[in-house]
């Protein structure tokens, strides 16, 4: 398998790029317009042929190049049916299958960080979008954020996968580049807890600052910006 995690230095995004190998079909998840020449150049030297991009979802620190990968490629955009891109071709429900060539991954809708937000497993692998973080979670106030929700999609779907999943989430601060569903249960600081309003008390007290490119972000993700 082909796996590549890519960093956006500017809003601490991880991309990710997969296929079952040189000359396949791929998939990105969460990409960057900024990095789009990085995306297209790493297809052409593995001579993969995008067919599939996702979105976990509408993000508000960066703009998606969902969009603009899709108008180079061709590639078909994928969100979940909450999301209110105007852009997307296909959305999936919780417990969907997303395939491309030897390679299939199951949407579990984890709503909370937004109203739109999910996760993608792939065998060993979960992409948590920013539902999961490593030794953190995804805030819950905009964007039909809401910690019991978010406190659902954590506990009753992220923690019940297999311990040794691996968990890559969308954003790290910290250089880490990936953790697992056992090291989160039991060392996240914010998992730490024994019910959904304690969980709901600490998001409430995140005193957090909006991302600074929060308003273009979010109405240019919902539109479906593309460079020209
Ligand atoms: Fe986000």
Avoid: W
């Amino acid at each position: 398998m082909l796996f590549k995690q890519l960093f956006d230095t500017k809003s601490s995004t991880y991309t990710y790029i997969v296929s079952s190998g040189k000359g396949r079909e791929a998939l990105i998840i969460d990409p960057v317009i900024d990095n789009t020449d990085e995306y297209i150049s790493v297809l052409k030297n593995l001579d993969l042929k995008l067919v599939k991009v996702i979105d976990t979802h509408i993000h508000a620190d960066h703009i998606s190049g969902l969009n603009e990968l899709s108008k180079r490629t061709k590639c078909s955009k994928i969100m979940g049916e909450q999301s209110s891109s105007e852009v997307i071709d296909i959305h999936v429900k919780d417990n969907e299958k997303i395939k491309i060539e030897n390679i299939e991954l199951i949407s579990i809708y984890t709503p909370g960080h937004t109203d739109c937000s999910y996760s993608f497993l792939m065998n060993d692998r979960v992409f948590t979008g920013d539902t999961l973080l490593i030794n953190g979670t995804g805030r819950t106030d905009f964007q039909g954020g809401n910690p019991y929700d978010a406190y659902n999609s954590l506990f009753k779907k992220l923690l019940k996968l297999p311990e040794k999943t691996l968990v890559y989430p969308a954003h790290d601060y910290s250089s880490k580049k990936y953790s697992t569903i056992e090291n989160e249960k039991n060392n996240n600081p914010r998992l730490q807890v024994s019910s959904p309003e304690e969980y709901a008390e600490i998001m409430a007290n995140l005193k957090l600052e909006d991302p600074k490119m929060m308003a273009i972000a979010i109405s240019a993700n919902k539109k479906g910006f593309t460079l020209d």
